[in-house]
DNA sequence: AACTGTGAACGGGTTCACAGCC
DNA sequence: GGCTGTGAACCCGTTCACAGTT
């Protein structure tokens, strides 16, 4: 590369030139967990080759998404752990703190509250809520439950603007529609329904049996395979 | 279509002409949950346009998905809400039942053990390990926690081929090795750290803080346009 | 010598437009 | 008329091959 960076800034941060690609961004998550396990064992460099094993992809694709986030590998040597971590870290807007709410407090929500992940990568989980009276001023991961009456009080005074539903099905869209209501801007809905939301709030839905089904479907045509073979072997 | 579905079995099964795009199969779970609730509200048909709008996609996509499956809407009118919620249940092996085991029976293992859409999707939950002494015994939705030390006898005995890693993520790997020795031939993996299998072993991750980090990225760029705006920068 | 960074070729997946059918 | 089914065009993303750098 001639031209000096032109499209960074002083303190490294680069002027997006091209948007990343959402493949890209999908993966960067993989590889900040790979690189956070590498710097837990003391591993200061790591090549395309290496992080691309570990994170279940080719190296080309490595070199490829990390080029969009600048050129931060050294040639000949590699890309450094912490350099990369913070760097990926800053371009998925990990840098800075996240105040989370979740709604749901059965044991998703709950486990979801404990969850170790979220922490780490700047989340922080700063209220709970739920319906159920029972539940209500129980503590749980260090936090009070509160009452669903008082979220929108509770997300403006904490000024909290991602939220996750962990609430049963038929609970989740009026659920999704307090939050908007309340100024969230992204959800996270575990509840095992489709939500609507108006095009300005980001949502993201996580299906926990949609992986098992997937699962279901390549095991599928394995057993299909085995079974015929059982039955008369012949194919290996 | 002229040719006479020469390419079906006498029970309506397609024999595979081509095989179903991927991102296809990733898509058949949330079509098969849409059409799970329109069949609770009594609908009979469907558009693929109502279908698109629900599942967050577009009508083309959910004809070209459709049609890998066979011809099964009716031109003029649209798709069968049951006949397709059976099709595609068919086309993902959710016709017959599947055997899983959960291992790690915190918080999230037995939020997941409890998780009714499993079931709904002909995943039976049929065993639960956990290492601690103190758990084992107990029982979680009416299953008793079995000790870890069992896990090979008792999968073997329910001929169990399909396991949920719950544990945390230091045990995760080592899990993951004596649920394949006991002969498990997919694997879900919950705990934050990434595994290794031998090949022929199916193996999905799911990162409950990847989606959360997906969301802070699309959220930061427009906190990062608003905040700039705000402090008075002149770039948008 | 080793490994990154990237234009270019390639391929799978998405979208389009319309033919086909009810 | 309305809606599906699908070849063809298009496009995003992946892969390749190699130039560039330490």
Chains 1, 2 share one sequence.
Request: a positive charge; charged letters at 25%.
């Amino acid at each position: 590369m001639r031209t000096p960076p032109a499209d960074r800034t002083r303190t490294g941060a680069r002027v997006r030139t091209r948007p990343i690609p959402e493949a890209t961004v999908a993966r960067l998550p993989v590889y900040l967990r790979v690189l956070g396990e590498l710097a837990a064992q003391q591993i200061q460099t790591v090549s395309s080759e290496r992080l691309a094993e570990a994170a279940g992809v080719n190296p080309p694709k490595v070199r490829k998404d990390l080029s969009y986030l600048g050129s931060y590998g050294t040639r000949g040597v590699g890309y450094d752990v912490e350099y990369l971590v913070y760097q990926i870290s800053r371009e998925l807007g990990l840098t800075q703190d996240w105040p989370v709410a979740i709604v749901g407090m059965g044991n998703l929500g709950q486990a979801l509250a404990g969850y170790k992940g979220f922490g780490e990568r700047g989340f922080r989980i700063m209220a709970l809520f739920d319906k159920d009276i029972e539940r209500v001023g129980q503590t749980v991961s260090g936090l009070t439950i509160e009452h669903i009456d008082d979220l929108e009080g509770s997300l403006k005074e904490k000024d909290i603007r991602v939220a996750i539903v962990a609430t049963p099905a038929q609970a989740a869209q009026e659920t999704a529609e307090r939050l908007v209501a309340a100024g969230v801007r992204s959800i996270l809905n575990f509840a095992p329904t489709v939500l609507t939301v108006p095009d300005k709030i980001h949502l993201r839905q996580v299906d926990l049996s949609v992986e098992l089904q997937i699962l279901a479907f390549y095991e599928q045509r394995n057993a299909g395979k085995k079974r015929t073979a059982a039955a008369g072997d012949g194919a290996h």
